[in-house]
């Protein structure tokens, strides 16, 4: 990879990484000094760079097994425990529930005739 370097508005380089780590050894490059390498949206310290450019890579991840295909298992309904089924139950709701609204009814009823 090659690095330019920017000390005061003039260019130095292109440099390798490895140049500029003498350089800065050998103090002909700074850690303050501007750099900027292909890729790179704008310039940098040098110092930014050469912790950038020296980074382990990053470790593999280890491949996972595939995800095995969702099997569709058919529902069956069990009419057994429905309590649809329970027919004198459900007209019975009905009825109370039936019985219920006209007692409100005639509440409110009897409340408008009183007034």
């Known amino acids: ?57 990053l470790p593999l991840l280890p491949k996972l097994p595939p995800i095995p295909p969702e099997v569709e298992q058919p529902i069956t309904p069990n009419y057994n425990n429905s309590p649809t089924t329970d027919w004198p139950f459900v007209i019975n709701s009905c009825f109370v529930t039936m019985l219920k609204i006209c007692i409100f009814i005639g509440i409110i009823i009897a409340i408008i005739i009183a007034l």
Do not use: F, H
């Open 1 to 57: 990879m090659n690095i330019t370097i920017d000390r005061n508005g003039t260019k130095y380089g292109p440099y390798t990484l490895e140049e500029i780590q003498k350089r800065l050894g050998d103090g002909t490059v700074s850690e303050s000094d501007w750099a900027w390498y292909e890729g790179c949206t704008d310039w940098l310290p040098v110092r930014n760079v050469i912790s950038l450019l020296t980074l382990p890579p």
